[in-house]
């Protein structure tokens, strides 16, 4: 990403990872961070074999940061994100991969957290391997289901801890937003 964070900003992302009840929510940042997905690009230097251009048709080279993040057809994903988080929290978290990728911000660790993004960002995140080796990438629909999703795993952790203030208090913005509905299945 040629990006250098210094030693307190890597501290900082790795207490964020940490200070998480999911399970699947840590797995799914160090698997990015330590770059756990073979991306074409580093499939062919391994193997000799396959090509190295985005399985996405775009005609760029696929390496990793170009899979995760500029490959135009990621862009656009990562646009919508955005864009709904702003509309979410009013917070213009900015199109930027060290944000988005590596929760790279310059809030506390609780604040950031009470904001909903950090969950809002893990979950435009864990969608990315869900659509590996695929043409298409993940749509509003399933980034607003896997947000459900993780929303109802936080609601029940908080309600056998008897916190559910501070369930509301992470995600009452979410609960108001009506994009929680908005793809309900009848
Ligand atoms: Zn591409």
């Known amino acids: 990403m040629e990006v250098v964070l210094d030693e307190d900003k890597q501290k900082k992302i790795f207490r964020l990872i940490h ?3 999911s399970m699947r929510e840590v797995e799914i940042n160090y698997k990015c961070l330590t770059r756990w997905h073979i991306t074409p ?5 391994m ?20 899979i995760w993040w500029e490959c135009p057809k990621i862009q656009a994903f990562w646009k ?9 929290t009013g917070n213009d978290i900015g199109l930027d991969p060290t ?12 604040k950031y957290k009470e904001s909903g993004v950090w969950y809002y960002l893990n979950a435009a995140k864990g969608l990315i391997p869900k659509f590996w080796q695929k043409t298409e990438v993940p749509k509003e ?14 609601k029940l952790y908080h309600m056998q801890e008897d916190r559910m203030r ?4 992470k995600w009452e913005k979410w609960e108001k937003s009506g994009l929680k509905e908005k793809y309900r299945k009848l």
């Not at 690009?41 to 230097?45: F, G, L, M, T």
């Not at 193997?47 to 251009?53: A, D, H, I, W």
């Open 19 to 21: 200070k998480n009840v």
């Open 41 to 45: 690009s580093i499939e062919h230097k």
């Open 47 to 66: 193997s000799g074999e396959n090509s190295k251009m985005c399985w996405r048709g775009c005609g760029e080279m696929g390496t990793v940061f170009h």
């Open 80 to 88: 919508t994100i955005v864009k709904l988080i702003k509309i979410i």
């Open 99 to 110: 944000i988005c990728l590596l929760h790279n911000v310059e809030t506390s660790v609780n």
């Open 141 to 154: 629909e399933d980034w607003v289901n896997r947000v459900n999703q993780i929303g109802r795993m936080e």
């Open 166 to 169: 501070v369930y509301y208090m």
